[in-house]
């Protein structure tokens, strides 16, 4: 009997994976092919993103397909958000794709404000402020390169970039565009206005398709080079965006988490909330499948721990740093994890120390001192981001659905179950991947509708339950 295949392109800010996937009486069976290291470079002054080395792991991993015997009949990838590309008439890069850990953004708010006051644009486009939105990428280009900005004729994501070298298509998709800053929330599309006002230009983006959308087939380049031909789908292209369609939620009573390098945590609406009491708390009102959004709060997540581990040389795994916080349970000290000074510093366990030296707190000395103020501090910075989407959403939650890589840190749901107060169930580990791949299953008729692949996935995967003791 053969076995229809598609395949998830799955690449965060610190590793990408090939993710086969098929249905097998009913059940979602996933089968990693391949995956790979993505860490931003210093180039011309600023941290940038390898695309060229991004998209030879993109072919690399196709091939590993063809090697094993498994071609899909189609494709999609997804990346984080807000970073992008500009192309020339030609369709040819122009600059570099700065990463948004970059310092260039610092300041730009301020500067973006005098144009449009950040009140008028949370309630125009439900976008939280961060420092590395896309937006303010914009500002500090206009400020650095004008010409670049004025020569350019397309702006595209970094997963819209990736499918056009794939396809050849230039297309805006919406989840990822959300991230922008610059689409309005209520209108579901590019906010003119506020591009207007800004001073970008206005070819700088065109229609936004919405995850499902075909793509067509891969280039001849591609073809070649890869050794078959597939349909490219577009998945919801930001990664979170992805997660959130593969959290196994029974019922609405569950809050998202998306977990690893960032913690998203949130919940799934049918309208946006640009609330000022919204703004405040500095939740953010993403797009997502079937117009959904995700209501969610930005979390510095798993990257202070990733940080860490380089830091270190990689003498540790990831189980080994888990081990020593749990020995070191006794200390207290908390820092604020969506603290700027954690965004890129040179070093994760000064920044750790010298906040909880300004906050005149215990400052952790070994290791697991570090790690384990990094892990109570996030739990707590969960806890307390759930009583705020409670407020703010005026609904009661039951439980917290955790997927991404973060759903196989026991510690750490451990501690966010003591900390909220509700059960956490946790799992699939690869969400973002099934999220992708779950779109291009409801486009192909293997599920009716995203409840039917969610109640199949929930079949399909082990899921970890931690309640409160």
């Keep these: 009997m053969s076995v229809t295949y598609y395949l998830a392109v799955d690449i965060g800010a610190s590793s990408g994976r090939h993710i086969l996937g098929h249905v097998e009486d009913g059940r979602v069976i996933l089968e990693e092919v391949y995956r790979f290291e993505n860490n931003p470079e210093e180039k011309n002054g600023h941290l940038c993103w390898d695309l060229s080395r991004l998209f030879s792991h993109v072919l690399e991993g196709m091939r590993a397909c063809r090697t094993a015997?498994?071609?899909?009949?189609?494709?999609?990838?997804?990346?984080?958000?807000v970073d992008f590309v500009l192309l020339d008439r030609e369709g040819k890069l122009m600059g570099d794709a700065v990463a948004y850990r970059d310092g260039r953004t610092s300041?730009?708010?301020?500067?973006s404000e005098k144009c449009v006051p950040f009140e008028e644009l949370y309630e125009r486009t439900g976008i939280q402020k961060q420092v590395?939105?896309?937006?303010?990428?914009?500002?500090?280009?206009?400020?650095?390169?004008p010409d670049l900005l004025e020569r350019a004729h397309r702006l595209l994501m970094v997963p819209d970039y990736l499918h056009y070298c794939l396809t050849g298509k230039k297309e805006n998709e919406y989840t990822e565009a959300?991230?922008?800053?610059?689409?309005?929330?209520?209108?579901?599309?590019?906010?003119?206005?506020?591009?207007?006002?800004?001073?970008?230009?206005?070819?700088?983006?065109d229609e936004l398709r919405m995850p499902g959308y075909l793509l067509g087939g891969l280039t001849p380049q591609v073809q070649e080079a890869v050794g078959f031909d597939c349909t490219v789908r577009l998945p919801a292209t930001h990664d979170t965006g992805s997660a959130f369609l593969a959290v196994p939620a029974k019922d609405e009573g569950g809050v998202y988490l998306s977990s690893g390098t960032w913690s998203l945590l949130g919940s799934e609406n049918r309208e946006p909330i640009t609330t000022e009491a919204s703004r405040k708390a500095n939740?953010?009102?993403?797009?997502?499948?079937?117009?959904?959004?995700?209501y969610l709060k930005n979390i510095m997540g798993l990257w202070m721990i990733q940080s860490i581990r380089r830091e270190l040389n990689?003498?540790?795994?990831?189980a080994q740093l888990e081990s020593l916080a749990r020995e070191a349970d006794q200390f207290k000290s908390r820092v604020d994890v969506n603290d700027e000074s954690f965004l890129a510093p040179k070093s994760m366990m000064e920044a750790v120390r010298a906040f909880c030296r300004k906050t005149e707190q215990p400052v952790p000395e070994t290791v697991g001192e570090v790690v384990q103020c990094i892990y109570g501090s996030l739990a707590d910075c969960y806890a307390a981001s759930i009583q705020e989407l409670e407020a703010l959403t005026h609904r009661s939650y039951t439980a917290v659905n955790i997927v991404g890589g973060g759903s196989k840190d026991s510690y750490l749901n451990e501690l966010t179950a003591k900390a909220s107060g509700l059960p956490v169930f946790a799992g699939p580990t690869e969400g973002t991947a099934l999220g992708n791949l779950m779109v291009q299953m409801i486009a192909a008729g293997e599920f009716p509708s995203l409840e039917a692949a969610r109640k199949a996935e929930r079949n399909s995967f082990p899921i970890q339950e931690y309640h409160v003791e």
């Design 69 to 81: 015997g498994k071609l899909p009949v189609s494709m999609g990838i997804d990346t984080w958000g």
């Design 107 to 111: 300041g730009m708010d301020v500067i």
């Design 132 to 145: 590395f939105n896309t937006l303010y990428q914009l500002t500090a280009l206009q400020k650095e390169q």
């Design 178 to 205: 959300t991230t922008s800053a610059l689409v309005n929330a209520k209108e579901k599309t590019w906010d003119w206005e506020l591009i207007d006002r800004f001073g970008f230009p206005r070819r700088l983006f």
């Design 283 to 294: 939740f953010s009102n993403e797009g997502g499948y079937e117009y959904r959004f995700r």
């Design 314 to 318: 990689k003498e540790y795994s990831f």
